[in-house]
């Protein structure tokens, strides 16, 4: 007769504590982050003011990467300093064409029609080349609240952020929330009050759980 051993007990007790202990985890994070998915899923699928979002939604949400940021005078930023607040993204070279002037002034444009609200919302320029920007678009972003402004290799930025098909980064703005997700796609050549409605209905979807400032 052959006989087999016995798993011990002691190692059947660990699995089922390491079972158990993820299992734990889960709903502790199902839990954390079911505010924020009954949020969005109220405004932007059961949609109780019968409208439809603007922008494109991002199902699933896109969580921020480890990307590897630097400021303009080339000294590392880290990634998790862009989580705590809304984000509104511009993507461009550094000589920032027509477009990217344009995205930059309704950033700024629209950042300021929220009133109360605008505090909850940064404004972020993500440069995808070494290209140095004009003192000129400088000054402008940096007037009043500034621009935060990074760069990023346009690669490593692909982990993260998409263009719609046909399109490149440039053509859009993307609407990030404060966990760092990647949550919104703004269509190419904006229309600004549709936008801001898509920026309202975020804030007003979220303000139990996001509060202003990093």
């Known amino acids: 007769m052959t006989v087999h051993s016995m798993p011990a007990p002691q190692v ?22 079911s505010p924020v998915i009954a949020s969005y899923f109220t405004y932007f699928v059961i949609r109780p003011d019968g409208r439809t979002n603007y922008s494109e939604l991002i199902l699933p949400s896109r969580a921020l990467p480890d990307l590897a940021l630097t400021d303009l005078t080339g000294a590392p930023v880290k990634a998790a300093t862009l989580k705590g607040q809304w984000l509104l993204v511009v993507v461009s070279g550094g000589a920032c064409d027509a477009l990217c002037e344009r995205h930059l002034w309704l950033q700024r444009q629209l950042r300021e029609t929220l009133g109360r609200e605008k505090d909850r919302l940064d404004k972020l320029w993500l440069i995808t080349d070494t290209a140095t920007p004009r003192p000129q678009t400088l000054q402008a972003i940096t007037t009043g609240v500034p621009t935060a402004v990074l760069r990023v290799p346009e690669a490593a930025l692909a982990q993260w952020l998409a263009p ?51």
Do not use: N
Not at 176 to 202: I, Q
């Open 12 to 33: 059947a007790d660990a699995a089922r504590r390491t079972a158990r202990g993820r299992l734990k985890m889960l709903l502790v994070l199902l839990v954390c982050a």
């Open 164 to 214: 719609a098909a046909g399109k490149s980064l440039g053509q859009h703005l993307f609407i990030v929330d404060p966990m760092g997700e990647w949550m919104m796609r703004v269509p190419g050549d904006p229309e600004p009050s549709r936008l801001k409605r898509d920026v309202e209905k975020l804030l007003r979807a979220s303000k139990s759980w996001d509060l202003p400032g990093r």
